[in-house]
């Protein structure tokens, strides 16, 4: 069986379709988000999550909203105005995740290549574009899959943090997809999935979508890497991330730096799978990235009957962490296995 599908688009009803990540494992309902705040909110509050489901997300958030603006007026300064503002407020709705910018700029070179064609030409280059997006990102996360693949061999046992799988991209994801691509291929593989509190993204979608799709998944809690590890039962690290810097450093789901710096410890090799579009060149190094932080029930109260802190207790959660760029063995990509300094 394979996982869900993450999103698509319903241009008839002029739709982002989404599957609302956060009533998994249980249920699954899909959104039909058709105006830009929902599109937003639905970024903001993870029901849609991971670096390059965001990014489709927004471009095909953005088409729709143009497409609804260019119906109710035929003026070009508005569209661009329009255009303009409505990729400025997507942009704000997660700050860490490069791929929402990546892609609002994609569609923003696409809008530049055809702005002075008709509107109707515009919003179909825009359609398209977006679509692009969407189905580039299927291929690219089955390249990095094929990339890491080579890396695996049968009865390997790999621990994986936080979602960076299907459910975090279009198909296959970034750092599941050498796993579903190995599994294709009949290696079988023992998966360690940390539960990644406070979201619980590896236990509700990672442990999730490997169990649906056949892959011996074990779910263990964040604190007990070491105790695996130290039992020699983890051969390789994989994990997404949502920012690369130039020099390397590299920002993912808080906890995978702690994970980088056992990795080290037991000499297991640590390896970041990601599209060649979340290495932000503009940003130098990890101290640049923004990291966002998310409101203090994520650890007080959710997920609980009743809330696990004392009420009114200060509380820090930031929601990704900067792996340094000397703890990572080699980025998984597209093009292959690269590492710092970069060519791109
Ligand atoms: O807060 P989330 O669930 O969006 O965090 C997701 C991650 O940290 C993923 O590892 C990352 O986005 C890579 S997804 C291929």
Known sequence: MHPPQTLYLDNPNSAVV??????????????????????????????????PAIGVTAALGLYIHMKTHAANSADPAAFAQEFKSASAYLSTARPTAVNLDWALNQMYICYQANKHSPITEIINSLHQAAQDIQTNDTKICRRIGQHGAALLKHDMGILTHCNAGALAATKYGTALAPIYIAHEQGINLRVYADETRPVLQ????????????????????????????????????FVGCDRVAANGDTANKVGTHGVAILAKHFNIPFYVC????????????GTEIIIEEREPAEITSLWYTSPM??????VYNPSFDVTTASLITGFITEIGIIKPPFNL
């Open 274 to 285: 990601a599209p060649l579009s979340t290495i932000d060149m503009s940003t130098k190094t």
């Open 202 to 237: 590896g236990a509700r979608l990672t442990a999730f979508e490997l169990h649906q799709a056949n892959i011996d998944v074990t779910l263990i809690c964040d604190n007990m890497a070491a105790t695996v590890m130290s039992k020699g039962l983890i051969d390789a690290v």
């Open 309 to 314: 802190a004392p009420k009114g207790v200060k």
């Open 18 to 51: 989404i599957l609302d990540q956060t009533l998994l494992p249980h249920t699954i309902k899909y959104l039909h988000l058709t105006t830009i705040s929902q599109v937003w909110t639905a970024i903001k509050d993870l029901q849609v999550r991971g670096a």
